[in-house]
């Protein structure tokens, strides 16, 4: 099982990012899949759940109304659209499904 996050970059505030996560090894389906970011010298906070096909999407309250995650079972890959950036929305950004991860995508947000 293998969990690729891409599409991290530098950002003025108030711009927009997507975020992919491409998984391999197995079927996305119906798996919830969680982003979670971790910002320099905090530990790493929830951001957003898809919960599958079918299946509401949750956000944390930092992100809920800028943020919205959605999935493409056919290419295996799950999104994370950012809009309304926020110096504060800066850290590496990861997808995650039970205990697998990926290794992240910085996401610098920054004028």
């Known amino acids: 099982v293998q969990l690729v996050e891409s599409g991290g970059g530098l950002v003025q505030p108030g711009g927009s990012l997507r975020l992919s996560c491409t998984v391999s090894?197995?079927?996305?389906?119906?798996?919830?899949l969680n982003w979670y970011r971790q910002a320099p010298g905090k530990e790493r906070e929830w951001v957003a759940t898809?919960?599958?096909?079918?299946?509401?999407?949750n956000y944390a309250t930092s992100v809920k109304g800028r943020f919205t995650i959605s999935r493409d079972n056919a290419q295996n890959t799950v999104y994370l659209q950012m809009n309304s950036l926020k110096p504060e929305d800066t850290a590496v950004y990861y997808c995650g499904i039970s205990n697998y991860w990926g290794q992240g995508t910085q996401v610098i947000v920054s004028s």
């Open positions: 090894g197995f079927t996305l389906g119906s798996v919830v």
């Open positions: 898809s919960a599958g096909i079918g299946g509401s999407a």
